[in-house]
């Protein structure tokens, strides 16, 4: 276990916030994750999110202080931030809009800033200039910004951040495939896939992620005999025109909506698809490759970096090419068994949690530790 470093005024806990915002699911179960293992190594952790991120995320059962401040669009929640922020020794934000109300609650004061940040906010038109707005001022007020992706970190440099890192986070809790208790046979009756390929797709029905390739593709091979089947679990504003697509064009698609049986739906799917427009360290696709279940993606954001060759990449926005990888992958058993090969051996190269607690406690203490005097 890393040892706590002394603090800069002699006492011997580190006092560190951690501020969440709306909090994607893959950053609320980072925080979590980090604010356990921080806890496990004696440093005192502050969490301040929403209360419905509690209730979910349980920041409380790891051991940490929760402080209730409300998502971005309450006015209060700046002032509930420099409260929960009056005794800390280090504030540590976790995307854009969570980071931007810590710079703000700490304006004037003289605590280090450690920003994440986890993804890319997808604005156009004239949201995108103050997008660029917001990112320059986030990324100058921290001391450090962790980028989980090194495309991330690329941008926060380009948006003026003084020092920029590659801080790639553990996925905790893994879905990895169930073990024999489940019958994925049974579930493919239920999906109405049984005797024909299986296809997973996975989060929410929102325009960046790419399902209108997805359905694109799905028109390739609705003629064959038997067609491939694409379930997606998720839901969101495009319910209604996908819905209405899959059924005005006949595809072998089917919206599941909010699943909690993702485990389950990995183990019954003989091929995961990602078709979506960015992604930093997509969770489904480092879920696929601990199911060993082969992965279609596009080769987009960290894609690339976190898969290295144990996926099918094909570019974002090509439906023919979607539908040409993933009907190769089908039609080619050793291929399949290859990936899941590389999968395994790629899974076991991306660093667990204690690893990444260890990484962003060393930067912690880099930035509370005393400098000695010139």
Same mark, same amino acid.
Request: hydrophobic share 45%; proline share 7%.
């Given at each position: 276990?890393?040892?706590?470093?002394?603090?800069?005024?002699?006492?011997?806990? #580190?006092?560190?916030?951690?501020?969440?915002?709306?909090?994607?699911?893959?950053?609320?179960?980072?925080?979590?994750?980090?604010?356990?293992?921080?806890?496990?190594?004696?440093?005192?952790?502050?969490?301040?999110?929403?209360?419905?991120?509690?209730?979910?995320?349980?920041?409380?059962?790891?051991?940490?202080?929760?402080?209730?401040?409300?998502?971005?669009?309450?006015?209060?929640?700046?002032?509930?931030?420099?409260?929960?922020?009056?005794?800390?020794?280090?504030?540590?934000?976790?995307?854009?809009?969570?980071?931007?109300?810590?710079?703000?609650?700490?304006?004037?004061?003289?605590?280090? #800033?450690?920003?994440?940040?986890?993804?890319?906010?997808?604005?156009?038109?004239?949201?995108?200039?103050?997008?660029?707005?917001?990112?320059?001022?986030?990324?100058?007020?921290?001391?450090?910004? #962790?980028?989980?992706?090194?495309?991330?970190?690329?941008?926060?440099?380009?948006?003026?951040?003084?020092?920029?890192?590659?801080?790639?986070?553990?996925?905790?809790?893994?879905?990895?495939?169930?073990?024999?208790?489940?019958?994925?046979?049974?579930?493919?009756?239920?999906?109405?896939?049984?005797?024909?390929?299986?296809?997973?797709?996975?989060?929410?029905?929102?325009?960046?992620?790419?399902?209108?390739?997805?359905?694109?593709?799905?028109?390739?091979?609705?003629?064959?005999?038997?067609?491939?089947?694409?379930?997606?679990?998720?839901?969101?504003?495009?319910?209604?025109?996908?819905?209405?697509?899959?059924?005005?064009?006949?595809?072998?698609?089917?919206?599941?909506?909010?699943?909690?049986?993702?485990?389950?739906?990995?183990?019954?799917?003989?091929?995961?698809?990602?078709?979506?427009?960015?992604?930093?360290?997509?969770?489904?696709?480092?879920?696929?490759?601990?199911?060993?279940?082969?992965?279609?993606?596009?080769?987009?954001?960290?894609?690339?970096?976190?898969?290295?060759?144990?996926?099918?990449?094909?570019?974002?926005?090509?439906?023919?090419?979607?539908?040409?990888?993933?009907?190769?992958?089908?039609?080619?058993?050793?291929?399949?068994?290859?990936?899941?090969?590389?999968?395994?051996?790629?899974?076991?190269?991306?660093?667990?949690?204690?690893?990444?607690?260890?990484?962003?406690?060393?930067?912690?203490?880099?930035?509370?530790?005393?400098?000695?005097?010139?």
């Amino acid at each position: 276990m890393t040892p706590v470093s002394s603090h800069p005024h002699g006492q011997s806990t #580190l006092r560190t916030v951690q501020v969440l915002g709306g909090g994607s699911a893959g950053s609320s179960a980072h925080v979590r994750s980090l604010a356990a293992g921080l806890v496990a190594r004696g440093v005192r952790v502050t969490v301040c999110a929403p209360a419905e991120a509690e209730r979910e995320y349980d920041f409380s059962g790891a051991g940490a202080d929760h402080a209730h401040v409300p998502r971005s669009s309450d006015p209060s929640s700046v002032a509930a931030l420099r409260v929960a922020c009056a005794d800390a020794d280090l504030v540590h934000a976790h995307g854009l809009h969570a980071s931007l109300r810590a710079a703000l609650a700490l304006s004037g004061r003289p605590v280090p #800033l450690v920003v994440t940040w986890h993804n890319r906010a997808r604005v156009e038109g004239a949201r995108a200039r103050l997008l660029r707005l917001l990112e320059r001022r986030v990324a100058r007020s921290a001391a450090v910004v #962790l980028g989980t992706s090194s495309d991330l970190v690329d941008r926060a440099r380009r948006r003026g951040a003084r020092d920029a890192r590659l801080a790639p986070a553990a996925l905790p809790g893994t879905r990895t495939a169930p073990g024999d208790e489940s019958d994925p046979g049974k579930l493919r009756a239920e999906l109405g896939a049984t005797g024909r390929p299986l296809m997973l797709a996975v989060g929410p029905l929102e325009r960046h992620r790419g399902y209108d390739v997805l359905l694109d593709a799905a028109r390739a091979w609705r003629l064959l005999d038997p067609a491939p089947f694409v379930a997606v679990a998720g839901e969101g504003d495009l319910r209604g025109p996908l819905q209405r697509r899959i059924e005005d064009e006949d595809l072998p698609v089917r919206l599941l909506g909010r699943r909690d049986d993702i485990a389950e739906l990995l183990g019954a799917a003989d091929l995961v698809v990602l078709p979506g427009r960015w992604e930093s360290r997509s969770v489904l696709a480092q879920e696929a490759l601990h199911a060993r279940v082969p992965l279609v993606a596009s080769a987009v954001g960290g894609i690339p970096d976190l898969v290295g060759d144990a996926a099918e990449l094909v570019p974002y926005g090509d439906a023919p090419a979607l539908a040409a990888g993933v009907l190769r992958l089908l039609g080619d058993a050793g291929r399949r068994d290859e990936l899941r090969r590389k999968g395994e051996a790629q899974a076991a190269t991306w660093p667990t949690e204690d690893q990444t607690v260890a990484q962003v406690l060393s930067v912690y203490d880099e930035l509370t530790q005393p400098r000695p005097m010139g």
